[in-house]
């Protein structure tokens, strides 16, 4: 047998692993006999650090001790507390900390943001989007049509070619030449959630700006595992959630990206509320609405300390493990699953993720022929948690802060024996 496709070999990749010690960090699932389960679901619902529940117990000993005072007199106030967040968050999508907040839900979000972004005219009116978005952005795209009084034909689907995956760029760039003048926003997402196909974000944001079309994108799935660069690809707007890669809890407060050259428009069409009023007057109660400068401009109602806090303790834990080091690791990881998968010289399995890894996440979502969701029970019960999407794909996300080589290597062996 070759060493490269065993368990040994796994394990000097651990020791190898200068970040290898980060899974300590973190609560790992167990089956009833305690034993570790290999949990590669990350790309669902991230691990909670071991530091949260101490992040969240301060904010409750505050709220204990200090009741409203905490707003202004805890050990980190409340009033002021997303701004801990922004500089972290920042960094991992690649934007200013100015451009960046942590608020509301992602769903929520992207419709404060297709409040400002989608402004349709009688000419300009179609959006585009990735066949395979996850549904609620369909629905928040066909929604936002419908009150605009338009259809939900008008939603333009980037689809793949008959009898392929993924997403080719050129058949954007067609739709664009063919239908610009009637487009009015691309929203894409960064790494889609079925097939794990990142897209050109930066490539795209120039193609749509070409044909004057505002330019989005939901980083659900590119979060705290790609590297969105969303300063410098020059997106008009992103959000995300913070519960899957960026381990904060399920339901967590979502993000929100505005570019600086319309954060700071005050005339931009925005639903407004009183936590993106100007800090300086917000408590006089009487002022018309004066927009902060920024993403916080955006806010609308005081934040869920709790959750936020669950935000901060895993920041924390991304901000010491400096998040190009975990790129890399994750690029290693993922591609010691893609050697073993192809090692396994099984017909009926195909990887549909794009095998550049410029091109995809930590996540491979991997075919099986003839399969139904059978197969994952028996993985489950095999002790692998994952995830199956239908009509018969399994999604396998080693997340670089957590996951080791030998739990990729024992979810391949579990694979196996579940495919016999
Ligand atoms: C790509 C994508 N978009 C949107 C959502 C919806 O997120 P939320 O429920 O936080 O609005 C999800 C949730 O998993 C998602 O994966």
Redesign the pocket.
Known sequence: MNYQNSLEFAQQLDTEDSLSHFRKKFHIPTDPNNNELIYLCGN?LGLQPKTTSTYIQEELQDWAKLGVEGHTEGEHPWLPYHELLSESMAKIVGAKPSEVVMMN????N?HLMMVSFYQPTNKKYKIVIEAD??P??KYAMESQLKFHGHDTKDLVLWKPREGEELCRFEDLKQILEEQGDEIALLMI?STN?YSGQSYPLKKITELGHKYNCKVGF?L??GAGNIQPNLHEAGADFAVW?S??YLNSGP?SL?GCFVHERHANNKDLKRFAGWWGHNKETRFNMRKDFDALPGAEGWQLSNPPILSMAAIRASLDVFEEAGFENLRKKSIKLTGFLEFLLDEMNNKSISVITPKNPEERGCQLSIQVKNADKSLHTKLTEAGVISDWREPDVIRIAPAPLYNSFSDVFGFVERFKEVLK
């Open positions: 669902s839900t992602l769903t929520t992207l978005a996850f609620s952005d997402g959630y939901d659900a799935h959630c519960y899957k339901g979502g």
